[in-house]
């Protein structure tokens, strides 16, 4: 099983990654990690993407889009398919990804999307609070910690990341309409997309997202 999660900033795609890789046995990957590995490898692609990055230049979709495809092919454990995080951004990368693959066991065969409103990702984004040490993830709004500014797990301080408040959201935002939900309506017209009301507590959307993906 092939699938996309797609979803706005703060809609959840990490946390239900983590879920779905574990449920059914998949490689949970994001162009961020293929990004760091070629990079580190000064693999070909590596270094093409590199001298973009150097100059703060995007990567153009040509490079992205091989580096995916060879990431895929060239994987140690197939295990069950995958799980793709954070691609494709654009268009023309569904478009170009969809062409690679077609007829082999790469093409995706799913796609999720995490449907939150607009005042729902704002209070998950603004009330984010991160521990530098060990990890934990808190939310003043929905997860606080036990004492406000310490983490429960290892008693550090918590921070709260630069770009999480409501100008810089309504950036990605804005960006994702633009970018990613062409992608989404490209897909929907092949009938290949699950929405999944993804504003309700977790708890409440691991079932449905389950039993979506068993079913389809």
Request: aromatic share 8%; hydrophobic share 35%; proline share 4%.
């Amino acid at each position: 099983m092939n699938i996309f999660i797609m979803g706005a900033p703060g809609s959840g795609k990490g946390t239900f990654s983590s879920r779905i890789k574990e449920e059914f046995n998949l490689n949970h990957i994001s162009t961020g990690d293929i990004f760091r590995e070629n990079i580190a490898n000064e693999t070909e692609l590596g270094l093409q993407a590199k001298s973009y990055t150097e100059k703060g230049l995007l990567v153009p979709d040509e490079i992205t889009n091989n580096m995916v495809k060879e990431y895929l092919s060239h994987l140690a454990d197939k295990k069950n398919g995958y799980l793709l995080d954070g691609y494709p951004r654009t268009l023309d990368q569904a478009k170009a990804f969809e062409e690679m693959t077609k007829g082999t066991d790469l093409a995706v065969e799913k796609i999720v999307v995490m449907d939150v409103p607009f005042d729902e990702l704002t209070r998950r984004i603004t009330g984010r609070r991160l521990c530098k040490k060990c990890g934990a993830i808190f939310n003043i709004y929905s997860k606080p910690p036990k004492t406000e500014g310490v983490c429960d797990e290892c008693g550090s301080a918590l921070t709260q990341r630069k770009d999480d408040n409501e100008e810089s959201l309504k950036v990605r935002l804005d960006e994702y309409a633009k970018n990613t939900e062409p992608v989404i309506a490209y897909y929907e017209e092949k009938g290949m997309v699950s929405r999944i009301d993804a504003s309700k507590a977790i708890d409440a959307i691991w079932p449905e997202l389950k039993e979506t993906l068993k079913n389809k």
